[in-house]
């Protein structure tokens, strides 16, 4: 997505399933999820590991999610907190 001060990155995942002219990606609703805002939650990193294995699964309900909406995630938004502890 981009580069904090101290050029560390800062991802943006996109997951869907592939655009086709039944199911065309434009018009499906986006889901946007973030995590680690701030550096204390730990727990956070868990809860987003679980959502993409959910999300990221070989079921018929992650295919449904993937064909439905398009989920925009940045599993840590404040990476130099995480990093720097402050």
Do not use: Q
């Amino acid at each position: 997505m981009c580069y904090t001060l101290n050029n560390n990155e800062v991802p943006l995942l996109t997951i869907s399933a592939d655009d086709t002219p039944s199911n065309p990606i434009v018009d499906r609703e986006i889901v946007f999820l973030t995590a680690r805002v701030h550096p204390g939650e730990s727990n956070a990193s868990w809860v987003m590991d679980g959502t993409l294995r959910c999300l990221l699964a070989d079921t018929s309900s992650a295919a449904a999610l993937r064909n439905k909406y398009v989920f925009k995630i940045v599993p840590m938004l404040n990476v130099e907190g995480v990093i720097n502890g402050w």
